[in-house]
T-cell receptor, first 114, second 108 residues
Framework: DVKVTQSSRYLVKRTGEKVFLECVQD?????MFWYRQDPGLGLRLIYF???????EKGDIPEGYSVSREKKERFSLILESASTNQTSMYLC?????????????FGSGTRLTVV | KNEVEQSPQNLTAQEGEFITINCSYS?????LHWLQQHPGGGIVSLFM???GKKKHGRLIATINIQEKHSSLHITASHPRDSAVYIC??????????FGTGTRLQVFP
């Protein structure tokens, strides 16, 4: 069964902490994505990556960075966590470039910043 | 105004009822995606379609490209169908825009 695995389901961090959210996929997908989901706003794209060591800003990259050192792993980094980054974070991957392709999502990480 | 609008935002039903969730969009698209999100967060892909109609079990998705509208139907609904249903559209093949979701609760 193909999977996208997010390392934590729930996280509580303090304001100012550096936070790492990890995502691993086992499908050899080229594309990986980080979204945040907030009530009434739907999923919003933070960053995405089309290949190892490549990254592109999404719609709301401020306050975040990413790392993709290996094809299967895409990490989201909150350099200095703030309370407005309390949210559900979802990782996804897809196979194709340039054509609509089905996404496979992780189970999500619910991050609370206090 | 959101580029992808879903209605209703919340929906309750009795087990066995026929359910319709609507999605309207204002941009040109190459395909539309219906997704299901259960409590706890994980999202599952239900359908991806660019024309006509697709069916999988009790789920049916239709799309009318000219009217920029899609519907997701659930026949003989069951409590296990309770979830948030999300419509997303592909713009220019590489950008996915999500609706805010429809929360469905089916009671026995």
């Amino acid at each position: 069964d193909v999977k996208v695995t997010q390392s934590s389901r729930y996280l509580v961090k303090r304001t100012g902490e550096k936070v790492f959210l990890e995502c691993v996929q086992d499908m050899d997908h080229e594309n990986m994505f980080w979204y945040r989901q907030d009530p009434g706003l739907g999923l919003r794209l933070i960053y995405f990556s089309y290949d190892v060591k490549m990254k592109e800003k999404g719609d709301i990259p401020e306050g975040y960075s990413v790392s993709r050192e290996k094809k299967e792993r895409f990490s989201l980094i909150l350099e200095s966590a703030s309370t407005n980054q309390t949210s559900m974070y979802l990782c996804a991957s897809s196979a194709s470039i340039g054509v609509p392709a089905g996404y496979t999502f992780g189970s999500g990480t619910r991050l609370t910043v206090v | 105004k959101n580029e992808v609008e879903q209605s209703p935002q919340n929906l309750t039903a009795q087990e066995g009822e026929f359910i319709t969730i609507n999605c309207s969009y204002s941009v040109g698209i190459s395909a539309l995606h219906w997704l299901q999100q259960h409590p706890g967060g994980g999202i599952v892909s239900l359908f991806m379609l660019s024309s006509g109609k697709k069916k999988h079990g009790r789920l049916i998705a239709t799309i009318n490209i000219q009217e920029k509208h899609s519907s997701l139907h659930i026949t003989a609904s069951h409590p296990r169908d309770s979830a948030v249903y999300i419509c997303a559209v592909w713009v220019n093949t590489d950008k996915l825009i999500f609706g805010t979701g429809t929360r469905l609760q089916v009671f026995p």
